[in-house]
């Protein structure tokens, strides 16, 4: 399976005035890690040093300087280094963020968080909260337990 996809496909609606990207820069030490996640929207991960692995539904690969991994629209993905890494992150902005984490039954259910501000930002639903911080980091720490090191 390629990791890869036609840019028609997958920057359409790009040019129209109702879509903004984001661009963050992330310099990490070998051994760090991303939780199991997913969006709304695509994200691009441009590597410029060292080496990034990856896992898109399901599918692992490693990415090298001077070379990219998408994850689209829905893909449930998370990224590690093995060594020390910088890395751009490109993706459309406010494209929410789930957590995949362990459910009761030994399956995975997915968790929605509710941010205020930033580029993984969505507003609740009518009756739900924004996700407190120490919910969030105990999700994370769970989805963290489903990527592979």
Known sequence: MSLTSPASRTFRGEDTD?????KLHF??????????????????VLVGSGELNAVVDGTRSTTRAGEF???????????????????DVLGRTGLGLTMVVPGI??????????????????????????TADDEADELKRASMTLVPS
């Open 18 to 22: 109702r879509t903004s990207v984001f």
């Open 27 to 44: 310099e990490w030490e070998a051994g760090m890690k991303t939780s199991l996640h997913k969006h709304r929207g695509w994200e691009l």
């Open 69 to 87: 991994v998408e994850l689209p629209t829905g893909s449930v993905h998370a990224i590690w280094s093995s060594s020390p890494t910088e890395f």
């Open 105 to 130: 039954d030994g399956g995975l259910r997915d968790v929605p968080i509710y941010l205020k501000e930033g580029p993984w930002a969505q507003r609740p639903p009518n009756g739900r909260q924004y």
